[in-house]
């Protein structure tokens, strides 16, 4: 309301003096006065005072940030206000200065509309309200001044589109509307701004193609346009404006190529960034020829072929960013790049780039601080003379094909802060050397052979916050020192090493961790007390090693946790209820040790997709959803006459099933002999057998409502154990034939080996029916959310579009779940005692259980052999399984078993690859789509990459809320079909095996999730 009676008042103002007749000048001087003053009095903020000269007691154009006309007395020229932290509105009555040339009012707190007023003022050149908080729309009458020169709105928060009428300033030189909201297309009017010579529209929501009249800007020296929703192809025209010095149409949906003869059109180029877009076509010879060029940054497009060799004709070049796209050769051209003496940054990352690490990489500049090579195919070693790049603060290597031993004169790079090489083939211990990179904050080795101990001069490196030396080969025990180092914030991991003794008591120096994982060792012990110093832990993974004692007090300070994952141990005695105040907890995996007596009933135990305490046979109770069995009650509860009861009722049911028995006993008794030698010789005591009866019970008589599914070999259905377990039981068709064979092939493969990515036998049948036919029945843990065939085609089990539709897996889950197929292969092909070959991989084998952890199970048609050769064509299988080939199912197999070739880890990878493209596509490898000439893997071969819209599920699609995550999913599409076309090629010898596509898979994740 003080605001509105500000504007009244000054209005009734200038009336009032208008009305007077006085002189001309006076008048005059007198407008330009309440305008200012209605300027003011629109300002709330004020905190460096400059306002506080506008009194009276001085005239106006001696008032601060105001200048006036000479010739025209009293006439304000030039409004000079910017970066005061002024606060307020603009008042409509500055459109009464009409002598007014100059405004500027960057840097500012100016909110609310742009006065539509301001079209008023002709004589207007210069108008800045850069960075201010203006809203609204751009006002139309911005027109009538025909002789503005400059307008610059950049960093507001306009809205609306960009009038048309826009191009009929005929002075204008600089359009800058840059970081607003503005929407819908580029006026092609803007093409009729002859004098234009800067075009900044970025930052906006401009759509529509770049229109064809730009080209017409013949002066045109900044082109801006990045950071929009823009489509189509840049106009041709555009690269043949010879003055144009810096070109940006980064994150756009961009197409096209770029023209041969760029360099040469466009000689005075210095900046070209064309990042995230949609450009195809190589890299032009040309462009040295644009001498001064200093910013090339073209990635995450999908350009392709070689670099030019030539680039080190850009003598002033300083930033190059080539990645994420599909550019290929080798990395020779490096060599000319020693003549750029500014290069600081190298980006290659995620190419197909090969061929050997260049040692002329050594004879770059000493500016040089980033090179990154990540994800390319990179063979060799490291040269020793890399130390020459003495100021190198980055270097990313990481995803490649490098060996042999990381040379000690890495340790030379002592401005070096971030350093991943994980995911190559290293080999050899890590030097010492490491620990005089005491700048280093980042050091990432994980995934590849590092062998020996792990360093003791890392404690050196004072400043590190994170050090991931996962998946590796190293031994001895953790080493006291690096626990010392109190810096380490992100993570520390030493997960799936060889790792042995106790965790130190130095553990609790971590005060600043959010992650550590210890998992997969052979730690020993119990947990240190001192843990509960990790105030800041978040995540804490110590499975599958062999710590024993109970779960100790000293966690219960850490309250910040959120996974917990204490599985595959030793650890007994009873849950502590301490867990249940562990208020931020999501994930609590206790299965799998000697834990005993009752579960909690608060806390996180109330959910059971977060909890898992399988595997510790002596717990009970807890919340109905983990279906334990209840606690029985002290004996001191139960009346006399209820045990009596009790006693009673099972004395009688005994003798009765005794009676039952003995009355077949002679019947079957045969072939019970057999079937337990059988078993005792094959398996020894290894199951807990169960009964037909049971599981007549369990199954309410093998009922239809609880049917799970059908196979080949049998019928799955779900099951509840005397015990209160719920079950899957699948019961073999013994006239199959193969049932009986598979049934023994399960127990050999799933009874011997322990995976989380496995489907775990709990126990065998091997018994007769009661009407004296062979039974057998394999009993599994059950797999609350059933199978990947139910998420991937759901309309194929009789739901509902609508029902169907619900059971969606994202894309992470769907990544996830393929990094857990992919693991559970590779762990029966390389992890066992003997290699075993699945042979049936496909979604209806794959499991999920409550956490959308996927299980691979059904190894019914599973080999195990001794040796396996993968080596070339004609790939053949030592051992007892040589004379059989595996027939899996159609569209699975691979193409070699078709004609005769032995089983091998590769035909799992093929069939995996097949999988794989079949989880993102939701396309069968069986659908007649396909027809005779086409198959899953050629229709995703040919669609890569342009056309990898058109073959992703379109479920996926709908979580793209806007451009960026759009292409956040089309680039991940194209990693990963990437990798299921490299799994499932028809040549043995150009197959990807299990290894290799969980390296790039677990990158895809992290890239997906991290960008």
């Known amino acids: 309301m003080g605001k509105q009676l500000f504007v009244i008042l000054n209005s009734a103002l200038l009336w009032w003096w208008s009305s007077i007749t006085i002189p001309g000048a006076c008048l005059q001087n007198q407008t330009d006065w309440l305008a200012l003053t209605s300027f003011k009095n629109a300002i709330h903020e004020d905190p460096f005072g400059v306002l506080s000269s506008w009194n009276d007691s001085t005239h106006h154009c001696e008032w601060q940030g105001v200048l006036c006309s000479k010739r025209h007395p009293g006439r304000v020229t030039?409004?000079?206000?910017?970066?005061?932290?002024?606060?307020?509105?603009?008042?409509?009555?500055?459109?009464?200065?009409?002598?007014?040339?100059?405004?500027?009012?960057?840097?500012?707190?100016?909110?609310?509309?742009?006065?539509?007023q301001i079209g008023n003022l002709l004589r207007l050149r210069y108008l800045d309200l850069t960075n201010n908080s203006f809203g609204?729309?751009?006002?139309?009458?911005?027109?009538?001044?025909?002789?503005?020169?400059?307008?610059?709105?950049?960093?507001?928060?306009?809205?609306?589109?960009?009038?048309?009428?826009?191009?009929?300033?005929?002075?204008?030189?600089?359009?800058?509307?840059?970081?607003?909201?503005?929407?819908?297309?580029?006026?092609?009017?803007?093409?009729?701004?002859?004098?234009?010579?800067?075009?900044?529209?970025?930052?906006?929501?401009?759509?529509?193609?770049?229109?064809?009249?730009?080209?017409?800007?013949?002066?045109?020296?900044?082109?801006?346009?990045?950071?929009?929703?823009?489509?189509?192809?840049?106009?041709?025209?555009?690269?043949?404006?010879?003055?144009?010095?810096?070109i940006s149409v980064v994150e756009n949906r961009l197409r096209g190529n770029f023209p041969s003869d760029i360099g040469t059109t466009l000689p005075s180029l210095s900046y070209l960034s064309a990042a995230n877009n949609l450009f195809t076509g190589t890299i032009p010879s040309s462009l040295p020829n644009a001498s001064n060029l200093w910013f090339f940054e073209i990635y995450n497009n999908s350009f392709h072929g070689p670099i030019p060799k030539n680039l080190g004709r850009l003598k002033g070049l300083k930033i190059i960013s080539l990645a994420v796209n599909q550019l290929e050769g080798d990395l020779s051209f490096i060599s000319s790049l020693g003549n750029c003496s500014n290069l600081e940054i190298l980006a290659l990352s995620s190419n197909m780039i090969h061929g050997s690490f260049p040692r002329s990489i050594s004879n770059l500049s000493t500016s040089i601080k980033r090179v990154y090579l990540s994800n390319n195919r990179i063979q060799g070693t490291i040269p020793s003379a890399l130390e020459n790049l003495c100021n190198l603060i980055l270097l990313d290597l990481s995803g490649n094909f490098l060996t042999g031993r990381l040379p000690e004169s890495v340790g030379a790079l002592h401005s070096l802060q971030q350093f991943f090489l994980d995911e190559n083939m290293f080999t050899r211990e890590i030097p010492s050397s490491i620990g005089n990179m005491t700048s280093l904050y980042l050091i990432d080795l994980h995934s590849n052979n590092f062998?020996?101990?792990?360093?003791?001069?890392?404690?050196?490196?004072?400043?590190?916050?994170l050090l991931d030396l996962s998946n590796n080969s190293l031994i001895g025990s953790v080493p006291l020192e690096i626990m010392d180092l109190s810096s380490l914030s992100i993570l520390f991991s030493l997960a799936h090493n060889n790792l042995s003794g106790s965790l130190p008591l130095q553990v609790g120096s971590l005060i600043n961790l959010a992650?550590?994982?210890?998992?997969?060792?052979?730690?020993?012990?119990?947990?240190?007390?001192?843990?509960?110093?990790?105030?800041?832990?978040?995540?804490?993974?110590?499975?599958?090693?062999?710590?024993?004692?109970?779960?100790?007090?000293?966690?219960?300070?850490?309250?910040?946790?959120?996974?917990?994952?204490?599985?595959?141990?030793?650890?007994?005695?009873?849950?502590?209820?301490?867990?249940?105040?562990?208020?931020?907890?999501?994930?609590?995996?206790?299965?799998?040790?000697q834990l005993e007596g009752q579960v909690p009933e608060r806390g996180v135990f109330l959910n059971a997709s977060a909890v898992s305490v399988s595997g510790n046979r002596e717990l009970c109770g807890g919340a109905p959803s983990l279906k334990l069995p209840l606690c029985e009650l002290p004996s001191s509860n139960k009346s006399s006459t209820t045990k009596a009861i009790?006693?009673?009722?099972?004395?009688?049911?005994?003798?009765?099933?005794?009676?039952?028995?003995?009355?077949?006993?002679?019947?079957?008794?045969?072939?019970?002999?057999?079937?337990?030698?059988?078993?005792?010789?094959s398996f020894g005591h290894q199951f807990l057998r169960v009964s037909y009866e049971e599981l007549l019970r369990a199954t309410d008589r093998f009922s239809e409502t609880n049917l799970i599914g059908k196979g080949r070999y049998g019928t799955v259905y779900k099951g509840i154990l005397d015990c209160g377990a719920t079950v899957a039981v699948k019961v073999l068709n013994l006239m199959q034939k193969g049932a009986s064979r598979s049934f023994v092939s399960e127990c050999q493969t799933l009874g011997t080996i322990r995976h989380r990515n496995l489907v775990r036998i709990l126990s065998v049948c091997s018994s007769v029916d009661f009407r004296g036919n062979?039974?057998?029945?394999?009993?599994?843990?059950?797999?609350?959310?059933?199978?990947?065939?139910?998420?991937?085609h759901p309309r194929t089990i009789g739901q509902d579009d609508k029902h169907g539709e619900s059971r969606n897996l994202r894309l992470v889950q769907r990544l996830n779940i393929a990094i857990d197929i992919a693991n559970a292969i590779e762990y029966v092909h390389k992890s066992c005692s003997l290699t075993i070959l699945h042979g049936d991989l496909k979604p209806s084998n794959v499991l999920l259980d409550n956490d959308m952890v996927a299980r691979v199970g059904d190894f019914g048609l599973a080999k195990i052999i001794s040796m396996v050769s993968t080596e070339a064509v004609g790939v053949r299988s030592q051992g007892s399984s040589t004379s059989t080939l595996v027939r899996g199912s159609?569209?699975?197999?691979?193409?070699?078993?078709?004609?005769?070739?032995?089983?091998?880890?590769?035909?799992?990878?093929?069939?995996?690859?097949?999988?794989?493209?079949?989880?993102?596509?939701?396309?069968?490898?069986?659908?007649?789509?396909?027809?005779?000439?086409?198959?899953?893997?050629?229709?995703?071969?040919?669609?890569?990459?342009?056309?990898?819209m058109d073959i992703v599920d379109s479920r996926l699609w709908s979580e793209a809320g806007d451009q960026q995550q759009e292409i956040r999913i089309r680039d991940c599409m194209i990693s990963v079909f990437e990798v299921g076309v490299a799994c499932s090629m028809e040549s043995l010898s150009d197959r990807m095996d299990m290894t290799q596509a969980i390296r790039k898979l677990y990158s895809i994740k992290t890239h997906y999730e991290t960008k």
């Open 451 to 465: 062998k020996g101990y792990i360093p003791q001069s890392l404690s050196n490196c004072k400043q590190l916050i």
């Open 646 to 681: 009790v006693i009673s009722v099972v004395a009688v049911s005994l003798l009765c099933l005794a009676l039952l028995f003995l009355s077949i006993f002679y019947y079957y008794k045969k072939k019970q002999m057999r079937t337990d030698a059988w078993t005792s010789s």
């Open 890 to 948: 159609i569209g699975y197999v691979p193409p070699e078993y078709g004609i005769g070739h032995q089983v091998s880890t590769l035909g799992d990878a093929y069939s995996y690859g097949i999988l794989l493209l079949e989880m993102f596509t939701a396309k069968r490898p069986t659908e007649e789509a396909f027809g005779h000439s086409l198959n899953l893997h050629s229709c995703v071969r040919m669609a890569l990459p342009d056309q990898v």
């Open 136 to 246: 609204g729309p751009i006002p139309s009458n911005l027109s009538h001044c025909l002789n503005l020169e400059t307008l610059n709105f950049l960093g507001n928060q306009l809205v609306g589109g960009i009038h048309s009428n826009i191009g009929t300033l005929p002075r204008l030189k600089n359009l800058i509307l840059s970081t607003n909201n503005l929407v819908g297309p580029i006026p092609p009017s803007i093409g009729n701004l002859s004098q234009l010579q800067m075009l900044c529209l970025q930052a906006n929501r401009l759509r529509g193609e770049i229109p064809e009249e730009l080209s017409r800007l013949k002066r045109l020296v900044n082109f801006l346009v990045c950071c929009n929703g823009l489509t189509g192809e840049i106009p041709p025209g555009i690269f043949n404006i010879s003055r144009i010095y810096a």
């Open 774 to 792: 062979d039974f057998k029945a394999l009993i599994y843990e059950f797999m609350a959310n059933g199978s990947l065939e139910e998420w991937l």
């Open 78 to 116: 030039s409004l000079f206000l910017g970066s005061q932290g002024l606060g307020g509105f603009l008042s409509p009555h500055i459109g009464n200065l009409s002598f007014l040339r100059v405004m500027r009012l960057q840097n500012n707190s100016f909110y609310g509309e742009i006065p539509p």
């Open 515 to 593: 992650e550590l994982d210890l998992s997969y060792n052979r730690l020993t012990g119990l947990i240190p007390a001192s843990i509960g110093g990790c105030l800041r832990l978040e995540r804490l993974h110590l499975e599958d090693n062999s710590f024993h004692g109970q779960i100790p007090q000293a966690l219960l300070p850490l309250r910040g946790l959120e996974h917990l994952d204490l599985s595959n141990n030793n650890f007994s005695g009873p849950i502590p209820s301490f867990l249940t105040e562990l208020s931020q907890l999501e994930y609590l995996n206790l299965s799998f040790n």
